[in-house]
């Protein structure tokens, strides 16, 4: 069985009044997950935590059947949630964003709806698993600004995927191998906007992950974190002692 080593922040940021991210660590189940609510009123509180306990129910099983039980349990939180949001007078969306990494010892796959992300960091290269479900993501795929253009967009925080925003919800997934050495990163939005790609590989590329975790939040809270900041930064340990004695 491997064993995975995890090292998480869920930060309220130095702005906002409320935290309305939320994060899972179940690293004996293989399964980490970072939700982003929106909603004011603590909705999105409610709503990004409503996701986290959903998934923290996921039991066992193969790769495939537990990723099935992820998205089961996604719409399930999504129909009670649009249902929640509909009785507000006038009604409004109580959502969240999601990203789920699933492993089984040699391969994952990463699920998500809207702009929470997943990284993985191998041999030093750095790779954006997931793509942002966002009014910019998708003027940059339809070729009407380019992705330098993106950065800083004004429109940059319109998501256009989150649970709770549609009846329907619809997912992505990625799936791949998961190799000894490899490093995860999941993370809200308030940590990726923040801090550039190269602090996150610094951060990913660290022999310990607890340290270099209590750095990453220090770094984020110094550049200003306007939003709540929540990530996880996860590794097989058997992968870190390989990185360790590699180096
Ligand atoms: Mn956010």
């Not at 191998?177 to 996150?200: A, E, H, N, Q």
Request: glycine share 10%.
């Amino acid at each position: 069985v491997t064993q995975y080593e995890t090292a998480a922040r869920c930060h309220v940021g130095t702005v906002r009044k409320v935290n309305e991210d939320a994060i899972l660590a179940a690293p004996q189940a293989g399964l980490w997950a970072v939700a982003d609510g929106m909603g004011g009123h603590m909705g999105g509180a409610h709503a990004s935590r409503a996701v986290t306990e959903a998934l923290a129910r996921i039991g066992g099983g193969e790769l495939s059947q537990r990723a099935a039980a992820v998205r089961q349990a996604i719409a399930a939180v999504n129909a009670e949630l649009t249902d929640y949001g509909r009785r507000f007078d006038p009604p409004r969306t109580v959502g969240a964003t999601v990203v789920v990494l699933l492993a089984d010892g040699e391969r994952f796959i990463c699920v998500w709806a809207g702009d929470s992300r997943a990284y993985r960091l191998r041999d030093g290269g750095l790779t954006q698993l997931t793509r942002d479900h966002s009014l910019v993501q998708q003027l940059v795929e339809s070729g009407l600004i380019s992705s330098a253009q993106s950065e800083n967009h004004p429109d940059g925080h319109i998501i256009t995927r989150a649970v709770g925003a549609d009846p329907q919800i619809e997912l992505e997934s990625i799936e791949g191998d998961w190799l000894p050495g490899d490093t995860f990163l999941l993370c809200s939005d308030g940590l990726s906007r923040v801090v550039s790609p190269t602090v996150l590989v610094m951060a990913m590329s660290a022999p310990e992950l607890e340290p270099s975790a209590a750095h990453l939040i220090d770094t984020t809270l110094e550049c200003g974190a306007p939003d709540n900041v929540s990530f996880l930064l996860v590794r097989a340990a058997s992968g870190s002692r390989n990185a360790t004695c590699s180096t």
